[in-house]
């Protein structure tokens, strides 16, 4: 199952299963895990839903 977690202007933060994505919105390329935690820690202004 995929659920949209998180979305900014830059980014969308997709979980499927237990795995998260976060997709460049302009690019549509799926950045590496490792960039995850990095943008929710250092305030880049989600919304999450």
Do not use: H
Request: charged share 20%; proline share 6%; aromatic share 22%.
């Amino acid at each position: 199952m995929i659920k949209l977690l998180a979305k900014n202007d830059k980014y969308y933060v997709f979980a499927v299963d237990y795995y998260f994505y976060t997709v460049n919105r302009s690019t549509g390329k799926i950045l590496p895990q490792e960039y995850l935690a990095p943008l929710l820690k250092y305030g880049v202004p989600y919304e999450y839903g």
